[in-house]
């Protein structure tokens, strides 16, 4: 079974700029959570879809957001890009059905924000 | 709030030394997961195991152990005889269910070296 993707690996954006992140989860995984991990804050929540609804959303400025398409595939956008949205983020799937399962989490996108 | 702690920043022990990577979690619920991850330099973040709260029985991977003692809220993860290759950050991550959506929260890594 293939793993999670995600697309594209490496991004370089100047401030002001916004960005469409994507990630494919497992096949027959339907809920994508999103991960932002930077060396200050460490692994933080962004939020997750299951069945193209936002069930769940980390404390994030209005400029993050994402959304799921109807084959589980999920992006996420951000909006005027600030210097401290460099990070590299993770795009996690899982049947959680009822949010017990166990998240695989994809290769990453690393953003750099100039 | 939930709270996962790993105390130890950096370990770096010589190859084939055993080495424990530390756990304490904070969480108020009687149902709960706890998870770690491995991150090679590549970036993506690898599963390696899920306890659930009820089942505190001791796991065994091949070199890898985990102890789960729910009486110091703490799930700890050895890695017996180490190797260059087990050279990575490795995560510890409670889960936290809300509304029926999983969010781990995790905690800020061990990096482990391994030299040879």
């Known amino acids: 079974k293939a793993g999670v993707t995600q697309t594209p690996r490496y991004l370089i954006k100047t401030r002001g700029q916004q960005v469409t992140l994507s990630c494919s989860p497992i096949?027959?995984?339907?809920?994508v959570s999103w991960y932002q991990q930077t060396p200050g804050q460490g692994l933080q929540f962004l939020f997750e879809y299951f069945s193209e609804t936002q069930r769940n959303k980390g404390n994030f400025p209005g400029r993050f957001s994402g959304r799921q398409f109807s084959n589980s595939r999920s992006e996420m956008n951000v909006s005027t890009l600030e210097l401290g949205d460099s990070a590299l983020y993770l795009c996690?799937?899982?049947?959680?059905?009822?949010?017990?399962?166990?998240?695989?989490f994809g290769p990453g996108t690393r953003l750099t924000v100039l | 709030a939930q709270k996962v702690t790993q105390a130890q920043t950096e370990i770096s022990v010589v190859e084939k030394e055993d080495v424990t990577l530390d756990c304490v979690y904070e969480?108020?619920?009687?149902?709960?997961?706890l998870f770690w991850y491995k991150q090679p330099p590549s970036g993506e973040l690898v599963f390696l195991i899920r306890?659930?709260?009820?089942?505190?029985q001791n796991e065994i991977s091949g070199r890898y152990s985990w102890n789960f003692q729910k009486s110091t809220s703490s799930f700890n993860f050895t890695i017996t005889a180490s190797q260059v290759v087990d050279s990575a950050v490795y995560f510890c991550a409670l889960s936290e269910t809300l509304q029926g959506a999983q969010k781990l929260v995790f905690g800020q890594g061990t990096r482990l070296t391994i030299n040879p």
């Open positions: 306890r659930n709260s009820f089942d505190e």
């Open positions: 969480t108020r619920d009687t149902t709960y997961y």
């Open positions: 996690a799937s899982s049947l959680a059905a009822k949010g017990t399962d166990t998240q695989y």
């Open positions: 096949s027959g995984h339907r809920s």
